[in-house]
């Protein structure tokens, strides 16, 4: 079964920090391209971070450039993001997905930022 299960999210005081995880499964993910995003309450999802098949290229969304980073586990089909300085507007529903394959999103992991 083609799968994305993402965990470590919950509530954190501005300047926190969070580690999400994204599990995939039913599909070859060492042949796939990453990618993060998130969607905040009234908004449309949008892509916060990228990482290539071997983990050497990574994007991120000037939004959180400098304060996150994505990173893979082929061995383990993981990808990680670590969040750090977090933000209010960091607040949202964080997915992972992979690139280039059409496969059902997960149910997210809410990252909340309030002090």
């Known amino acids: 079964q083609v799968q994305l299960v993402e965990s470590g999210g919950g509530l954190v005081q501005p300047g926190g920090s969070l580690r999400l995880s994204c599990a995939a499964s039913g599909f070859a993910f060492s042949s796939y391209a990453m990618r993060w995003y998130r969607q905040a309450p009234g908004k449309e999802r949008e892509l916060v971070a990228s990482?290539?098949?071997?983990?050497?290229?990574?994007n991120y969304a000037d939004s959180v450039k400098g304060r996150f980073t994505i990173s893979r586990d082929n061995a383990k089909n993981t990808v990680h993001l670590q969040m750090n300085s977090l933000r209010f507007e960091d607040t949202a529903v964080y997915y992972c997905n992979a690139v280039g394959i059409e496969i059902p999103w997960g149910q997210g992991t809410q990252v909340t930022v309030s002090s």
């Open positions: 990482i290539s098949i071997a983990g050497i290229r990574r």
